[in-house]
C-alpha cells in the first residue's frame, strides 16, 4: 500500500505501508478528534499512527504531524470524521475500523 500525504506546511510525502498502521481521520470543530489527538497514548505504540484531516482547516494543538491525503481518505472509504481505520497484514488489509470517541475507546476496539 503506498499513499501520499502533505503535511500542514505543503510538504508531500510518499508512505508505504510498513506494518500495523492506525489511519485517523479529523477535523478542526470535533471534540472527539481532539480528544484523541491531542496527547500521544503508550497504548499505540504498537502502530504507527497517521492522523489525516478531512478538510482544509488548521488543526492546532495536535501531538501528532496532521497530514491532508483525500487518496487516502477515498482508498479506505473514509468519508467523515471522527473514523479510525485500523489496516494490518501483508497484504495490507483492514481489520478494524469504526467512530472515534476519545482514547480509551479507540484502545478497546483495538483489542
Known sequence: MHFTLVDETGVVQEHHYAGPTLVVAVKDDCMGCANFYRERHPGFAPYEVIVVATNDAPISGSAYPIFRSPE???????????????????????????LVYDVSQVLEELR
Open 72 to 98: 487516502l481518505l477515498a482508498a479506505l472509504d473514509i468519508r467523515s470524521a471522527p473514523f479510525f481505520v485500523l489496516i494490518t497484514g501483508e497484504p495490507p488489509e483492514v481489520t478494524r475500523e469504526g
